[in-house]
């Protein structure tokens, strides 16, 4: 009968191997609960396997055979162990099949002659023959345990440092039966919680069907967990006391008056939101998220000037000194003219103004050292991926309380908005404000460069300027793609008698600063560079951008370069270059040739990247998701979210006696970022 309960250490178990409990402790696996909520990253099919391959798949491939010759050679510091396999009911027109692992002498010691075998793999063409390189194994042994191995929908779960996905399976599929799993901690607070055979189904399924039926039905207690703590931090940042910073608008009304252009109504709306925030005695934790060139630093400008009317500090902090640098003679060109002082504070150089800054420009790292902030108000953070949930949170916590405002140029699709930022309010900037030439994406393959330089030329000629962005500074034996500092000298002998100019990550402060003055002032026509350009940059009379190895990037970091031209009224031209890409590849170029909504490219890169670890990090203090798929499980995710700010809106503190369990899980949430945060 199931009797023990979930948080039953695993040390007190007879039936657990004392030389594995260090290991499963390392895999998190400390208590039941642990191993039943260990759940497979895939499973495998060993009721009927895939037929032994006669070509190449790009689909992996499940089979089950007899191992019937072993050979291990080393070739230098290489070092080969192969099998051949034979499906069990080998006949004369049966293919046996070569498996390999190099460098990898542990496997020799799992793998005999006359064992049966299954296998995970892709199937490759090497020297005309089928081999399958680095398969996942499983040794099929006739003992009492075989139907939980074989001949049934069979799990694979997460396994390493000595644990393999078998013993896990033998250890979970008792834990399952031993466990009074009501004892199980839940929290979704609708319905009848989560039945018994839910977590039989997940782990050991007896069809496809009842393991999607579990999935989902533990998926949706996976993002509620997640919910309740980013709407608790939320409430908690919301709820607590700050400064109301209500502005004049005198110095706000002066910078739009002077302005050659109108405000978008979204940028309207947004300045609206933000003030109100300022002028609200609670603490402001939003995020505003935006386009390429949609307008976001006028819009944190605005924000500063208000903050500093009301006699506070307003410091905008950027993640590179080209950033920093930039914004600093941006808010010069404006501020100057109407005799507001701004400074800049960067590891490389400091400008003060007369009488105490009230405007500040720095770099992230400024926040966290002595750097003379004296009555901070309000801190903006420009390019919030490049700041970390850590940062922020640290930022949050500073004694002299601060509003904070984050920005991001980088799309973030909803379902990763209602996770990642969560705990944030979120305003966004969906237009681009009038007078922007268009840009026209191209994509072409390597062999119409010659063509390519011919219109590039032409447009040098005309007095325009260029950028042409490489994905490396410097040649790699592991990348087979053109280098930034290899190409430099090409470019300019192909384009003399224009000027070209370099710069990259490893540069100087004062080379780069040098570099990109140039290039702004003009004395420079096309600027070779890697990445470091991606944001920020901004010269409207640079109206071509030339990307080498395009497939290379990713969607958005594409979108965020082609971001640097197209600032002036004049029409510009990114230019994708490849080299015979197909596939996943070319469908990322092409759907940058087709749009220029940065909300739609981000949809697309969730799409063919997936979401990757987005989540459970150590450093966000927010429980990982084993379970959920941010794609295609957005709704679920939707109504979590829903169902915790219900919650909260009745119970903020989570008081009552039934979301004690509740109030917990969050506690642990907070105290895992606290401990992050060392």
Avoid at 195 to 218: M, N, T
Avoid at 329 to 357: H, K, M, Q, W, Y
Avoid at 408 to 430: C, F, H, K, N, W
Avoid at 552 to 558: A, E, K, Y
Wanted: some cysteine.
């Amino acid at each position: 009968m199931s009797s023990l309960a979930a948080e039953m250490p695993l040390d007190a178990l007879d039936w657990i191997p004392r030389p594995k409990l260090a290991p499963l402790r390392r895999l998190g696996l400390a208590t039941l609960g642990d191993l039943i909520r260990h759940f497979p990253h895939r499973y495998e099919d060993r009721r009927i396997f895939d037929r032994f391959p006669d070509g190449p798949s790009d689909i992996p491939l499940c089979l089950f055979g007899e191992v019937k010759k072993t050979s291990y050679r080393r070739f230098g510091p290489r070092r080969i162990f192969e099998i051949r396999l034979e499906e069990e009911d080998a006949h004369v027109l049966s293919q046996p099949l070569t498996c390999r692992w190099y460098n990898m002498p542990w496997v020799q010691k799992m793998i005999a002659g006359g064992q049966r075998i299954v296998l995970f793999g892709k199937p490759r063409l090497r020297n005309n023959q089928v081999v399958m390189e680095h398969p996942d194994f499983e040794v099929i042994e006739d003992d009492a345990g075989r139907s939980i191995h074989f001949d049934r929908i069979t799990p694979i779960h997460p396994a390493g440092d000595g644990v393999t996905p078998r013993l896990l399976r033998i250890l979970i599929y008792r834990a399952i039966s031993e466990t009074d799993l009501a004892t199980l901690p839940l929290l979704w607070p609708c319905g009848s919680g989560i039945a018994p055979d839910v977590w039989r189904a997940i782990h050991f399924p007896e069809s496809d069907e009842a393991r999607e039926d579990a999935r989902l039905q533990l998926v949706r207690e996976e993002f509620f967990g997640l919910q309740i703590v980013l709407c608790a931090r939320h409430s908690a940042v919301r709820s607590s006391r700050g400064m109301s910073r209500r502005g004049t608008g005198e110095h706000q009304a002066k910078v739009l008056a002077a302005l050659p252009f109108e405000l978008t109504a979204s940028q309207r709306e947004v300045i609206a939101e933000i003030s109100a925030d300022l002028a609200s005695p609670f603490r402001m934790n939003r995020l505003l998220q935006g386009d390429v060139g949609s307008g976001k630093t006028l819009v944190a400008l605005c924000a500063m000037l208000q903050t500093a009317e009301a006699g506070w500090q307003a410091a905008l902090m950027a993640p590179t000194q080209i950033l920093a640098e930039q914004h600093y003679l941006n808010f010069r060109r404006i501020l100057d003219p109407l005799g507001i002082p701004v400074a800049l504070r960067t590891s490389a150089r400091t400008e003060e103004s007369p009488g105490g800054p009230p405007l500040i420009i720095g770099t992230h790292a400024l926040l966290f050292e002595k750097s003379g902030f004296e009555n901070l108000g309000l801190v903006v953070i420009d390019e919030q991926h490049k700041f970390g949930v850590l940062q922020r949170s640290r930022l949050i916590a500073r004694g002299d309380a601060p509003d904070v405002l984050v920005m991001t140029a980088t799309p973030i699709p909803r379902t990763i908005t209602q996770t990642l930022y969560g705990d944030l309010d979120v305003s966004v900037l969906r237009e681009k404000p009038a007078g922007r030439g268009r840009v026209v994406t191209a994509v072409r393959d390597s062999s119409k460069l010659p063509d390519i330089i011919k219109f590039l030329r032409e447009k040098l000629a005309e007095g325009r300027q260029a950028y042409v962005v490489y994905p490396l500074i410097d040649e790699s034996e592991k990348r087979e793609t053109k280098a930034a500092t290899i190409e430099f000298e090409k470019w300019r002998e192909l384009l003399a008698p224009a000027t070209v100019g370099l710069v990259h990550g490893r540069l100087d402060s004062a080379a780069k600063e040098d570099v990109m003055r140039r290039f702004r002032e003009g004395e420079i026509s096309v600027l070779v560079a890697t990445t470091v350009i991606e944001v920020g940059v901004d010269v409207p009379n640079a109206c071509i951008m030339l990307i080498e190895d395009a497939g290379s990037f990713g969607l958005s970091q594409i979108h965020q370069l082609r971001g640097r031209i197209g600032r002036g009224p004049e029409k510009s031209y990114c230019v994708l270059l490849h080299s015979g890409a197909t596939g996943p590849a070319l469908e990322k170029l092409t759907t940058l040739e087709k749009t220029s909504d940065g909300f739609e490219i981000a949809e697309a890169d969730l799409r063919l990247r997936g979401p990757g670890d987005l989540l459970g990090t150590a450093q966000t203090g927010l429980p990982p998701l084993r379970l959920g798929n941010l794609l295609q499980d957005g709704a679920l995710m939707t109504a979590a979210r829903e169902a915790a700010q219900a919650i909260l809106r009745d119970d903020p503190d989570l008081a009552a006696p039934e979301h004690r369990d509740l109030k917990r899980f969050v506690e642990k949430s907070a105290a895992a970022l606290a401990a992050a945060d060392g």
